[in-house]
């Protein structure tokens, strides 16, 4: 089992930054990376970034690349999403989770409780 526990989010205005924090604990050695989905009202679930814990490695949805960043801190088992620029549309529930790839596009076995951004003025 793994367990993410979630800090950060809250009210932004338009073009302003936020950084999100996820505590890992458990079994992370199991799971090679630690990244963030979002779910915005209406819409389906959608995998944000995500950094591999060994090597670094990060990855992006195209529509966060070049304003967010993902970076980790392996001493203290804590990754962060320092988000900047961002606009209404990115106005969502980010969840921290553990993901992985699928022929399609990305998964996750385990899942934060979830941390509220709101873009707007």
């Known amino acids: 089992q793994v367990q993410l526990e979630e800090s950060g989010g809250g009210l932004v205005q338009p073009g302003g930054s936020l950084r999100v924090s996820c505590e890992a604990s458990?079994?992370?050695?199991?799971?090679?990376?630690v990244g963030w989905f979002r779910q915005a009202v209406g819409k389906e679930r959608e995998f944000v970034a995500a950094?591999?814990?060994?090597?670094?490695?990060?990855y992006y949805a195209d529509s966060v690349k070049g304003r967010f960043t993902i970076s980790r801190d392996n001493v203290k088992n804590t990754a962060y999403l320092q988000m900047n620029n961002l606009k209404p549309e990115d106005t969502a529930v980010y969840y921290c989770?553990?993901?992985?790839?699928?022929?399609?596009?990305?998964?996750?076995?385990?899942w934060g409780q979830g941390t509220q951004v709101t873009v707007s003025s």
């Open positions: 989770a553990t993901p992985s790839r699928t022929p399609t596009g990305w998964r996750s076995d385990y």
């Open positions: 458990g079994r992370t050695f199991s799971n090679p990376r």
């Open positions: 950094i591999s814990w060994n090597s670094g490695t990060t």
